[in-house]
């Protein structure tokens, strides 16, 4: 059994602060994360993804995320939140078979000018 | 470019009909999935299929079908047994199930029910 989540329904900062946005997540297995972000009426984008390597993981606009086993945690951060940077962003947990895919209910980040 | 297309961006369907959603992706990948997102209830899996003619239900898989006959297509029918239609439908897909491989999503299609 796996599931995923995400702490906060919304999430509101000034542009210019840091951003931080909490994922924990539980599975049987050894899982791999994902960061997502949609923005209205438009797709999912992967922002980045853990898949066992590096516990500190990059992503695009100047996202990242650190894995924490011990804390079953993986939290998004960004050192800077930009206007375009509001949207809503999807946690998700992965492991074992096509199926085996479970998103987090979303957090709404909402910056202010 | 590579990726994912869906159409129509938006969709009208009276009660009583089928109504038929696109999904083609030119990304080679085996694996195609079909998402309902409802507000504040994340993503909920519908259908998904590892490889051409075949499919599998996924959580919420009544009132719904597919068909895969190609490997780019993975087009959903939403019939008149689904009770509450109205939702944003997401395609996806991974070049294969494995949990290593990210899903790439298309643009999704409203559909309202009339």
């Known amino acids: 059994a796996q599931s995923v989540t995400q702490l906060d329904s919304h999430v509101s900062v000034s542009e210019g602060t840091p951003v931080l946005l909490r994922c924990n997540y539980s599975?049987?297995?050894?899982?791999?994360l994902f960061w997502y972000v949609q923005h209205p009426n438009k797709g999912l984008q992967l922002l980045l993804k853990y898949t066992s390597a590096a516990t500190l993981v990059k992503g695009i606009n100047g996202f990242e995320a650190e894995f924490k086993k011990s804390e079953t945690s993986f939290h998004l951060t960004k050192p800077s939140a930009h206007m375009s940077d509001a949207a809503e962003y999807f946690c998700?947990?992965?492991?074992?078979?096509?199926?085996?895919?479970?998103f987090g209910t979303g957090t709404k980040l909402q910056v202010i000018p | 470019d590579g990726g994912i297309t869906q159409s129509p961006k938006y969709l009208f369907r009276k009660e009583g009909q089928n109504v038929t959603l696109s999904c083609e992706q030119n990304l080679n990948h085996d694996a195609m999935y079909w998402y309902r997102q409802d507000p504040g209830q994340g993503l909920r899996l519908i259908y998904y299929s590892q490889i051409v003619n075949d499919f599998q239900k996924g959580d919420i898989a009544e009132g719904y079908s597919v068909s895969r006959e190609k490997k780019e297509s993975f087009p959903l029918t939403v019939t008149s047994a689904q009770k509450n239609p109205t939702a944003f439908y997401l395609c996806a897909s991974s070049m294969t199930g494995d949990s290593l491989n990210e899903q790439f999503f298309g643009p999704g299609t409203r559909l309202t029910v009339l």
């Open positions: 998700v947990v992965r492991s074992g078979g096509y199926q085996k895919v479970t």
């Open positions: 599975s049987s297995y050894s899982p791999s």
